[in-house]
């Protein structure tokens, strides 16, 4: 069956590093997110994309925050300069986009600790 | 503003027994609802998905019903196994002009033999 992968799977880096964090959505799927889950909170929303370009995002997603599909198959989110605050598990998603199949598939997530 | 709401918070029972997770939302104009389990350090897996249209959806032993009016959605799982346990989330997308899912806070399932 078709899944969402993500890696890396763990990545410690340091304040002020910038960090990208991939993911290869399923293949025939349109709609792609990004969301986070800071350790026993709840999966917060940070930004949708579709058609190459942001289609929605949260106020979590600042000018710190870019994404980017560069190919066919990847999907990416660059975090520029990393704070404490941004230690969280980054789910990425993916959707088919028809209505009959609007579910939202998630990866395994990275786990970013920032030190 | 959407606000989710998952009780209870925690849960442990019995193999064998059948139980009623709850979900709550503010806003009843939602587009879909969407349940997920989360096993620890995991991802999460999408377990059923409701369209506001419909009442109720069903995959094997689970049964996830919709309430609109009421802004409640409930997760039935039947004759609960120890391979259950996990956090269970619903997340409701607002709108079709919307794609984020808001999610809950969660329900933690532990099923012991």
């Known amino acids: 069956e078709p899944e969402v992968t993500q890696t890396p799977s763990h990545q410690v880096t340091q304040m002020g590093q910038e960090v990208i964090l991939r993911c290869v959505p399923i293949?025939?799927?349109?709609?792609f997110y990004w969301y986070r889950q800071i350790l026993g909170q709840k999966v917060e929303f940070l930004v949708s994309?579709?058609?190459?370009?942001?289609?929605?995002k949260s106020e979590i997603f600042d000018d710190q925050f870019s994404v980017e599909r560069p190919d066919g198959s990847n999907f990416t989110l660059k975090i520029r300069s990393t704070k404490l605050e941004d230690s969280a598990m980054y789910f990425c998603?993916?959707?088919?986009?028809?209505?009959?199949?609007?579910?939202?598939?998630f990866g395994p997530g990275t786990r970013l600790l920032v030190l | 503003k959407q606000e989710v709401t998952q009780i209870p918070a925690a849960l442990s029972v019995p193999e064998g027994e059948n139980l009623v997770l709850n979900c709550s939302f503010t806003?009843?104009?939602?587009?879909?609802l969407q349940w997920f389990r989360q096993d620890p350090g995991k991802g999460l897996t999408s377990l059923l998905l409701?369209?506001?249209?419909?009442r109720e959806q069903t995959s094997g032993r689970l049964n996830a019903s919709l309430d609109k009016s009421s802004g409640r959605s409930t997760l039935y799982i039947a004759a609960s196994q120890p391979g259950d346990s996990a956090t269970y989330l619903c997340?409701?997308?607002?709108?079709?002009?919307?794609?984020?899912?808001?999610f809950g806070t969660g329900t933690r399932l532990q099923v012991f033999p």
């Open positions: 293949s025939n799927h349109l709609y």
């Open positions: 998603a993916s959707s088919d986009g028809t209505q009959s199949l609007e579910t939202q598939y």
């Open positions: 806003d009843s104009a939602i587009y879909n």
């Open positions: 409701i369209q506001s249209s419909q």
């Open positions: 994309f579709y058609n190459n370009e942001i289609s929605e």
């Open positions: 997340a409701v997308r607002g709108s079709y002009n919307t794609d984020k899912l808001i």
